[in-house]
């Protein structure tokens, strides 16, 4: 449910995500080192096949974002990682549109940069359990704060989609949960094998 078809949205809200995204790609591939690049392209492939991971929900579905996990380990470079797959997903799945695609870009990302930011004021420690909080935390918020996105999206685009904009949210939150646990397990594993990825060293983490 966080991928939306064309058609459904007002101009402004296109324009709007559009000039957002933009700006998030444009800055986060300045801010991209080259040799960043494979593990941008791995995330976004990781992206890219979570959209297929599929949970019903009601009469809909929902899917895995990873978002949070996106932000924690790329920052602004969520954007285009979060560009592509998008894209790749819209044109061989046809999952959303891409008239809206600014839009779905703007609603995943920039959650995703928000989560970086709560990540690195949470783990500045280098505490192995409150690190690991912190990416559970980024984890199921990036969820959460996509799925407001869309559905102020929907909602600011005509009162008919009022109801699936309350239903967006509510649909979101057992993936919320999933993606909190999983996220919160991915950073733990590399807290113990390459722990340079999230910006320590191995002798910054600590278990006290």
């Not at 800055?27 to 890219?48: D, H, K, N």
């Not at 990682?81 to 990302?109: R, W, Y």
């Not at 928000?114 to 004021?121: G, H, K, P, Q, S």
């Not at 935390?137 to 009022?162: D, I, K, P, R, Y």
Request: with cysteine; hydrophobic share 60%; charged share 10%.
């Amino acid at each position: 449910m966080a991928h939306i078809p064309d058609g459904v949205l007002s101009a402004p809200v296109l324009l709007a995500g559009a000039a957002v995204s933009l700006a998030g790609c444009a800055y986060g591939l300045r801010q991209l080192a080259a040799e960043r690049i494979p593990q941008v392209a791995l995330m976004s492939a990781a992206l890219f096949v979570a959209a297929l991971v599929h949970f019903p929900v009601g009469p809909s579905s929902v899917h895995l974002i990873l978002n949070g996990l996106a932000g924690i380990l790329l920052g602004w470079a969520a954007f285009p990682a979060l560009l592509v797959a998008l894209l790749l997903q819209a044109v061989l799945f046809g999952f959303g549109g891409l008239i809206v695609l600014g839009v779905s870009v703007m609603n995943m990302a920039l959650p995703a940069v928000l989560c970086r930011a709560l990540f690195v004021v949470m783990s500045r420690s280098g505490n192995r359990r409150r690190t690991m909080i912190a990416a559970g935390l980024a984890g199921g918020v990036g969820v959460m704060l996509t799925a407001l996105l869309v559905s102020l999206a929907l909602a600011l685009s005509g009162q008919e989609f009022a109801a699936v904009a309350k239903l967006v949210v509510f649909a979101h939150i057992p993936v919320a949960v999933i993606e909190s646990i999983f996220t919160a397990a991915v950073i733990g594993l590399l807290l113990r094998v390459k722990p340079e990825v999230l910006g320590f060293t191995s002798t910054e983490v600590r278990d006290e």
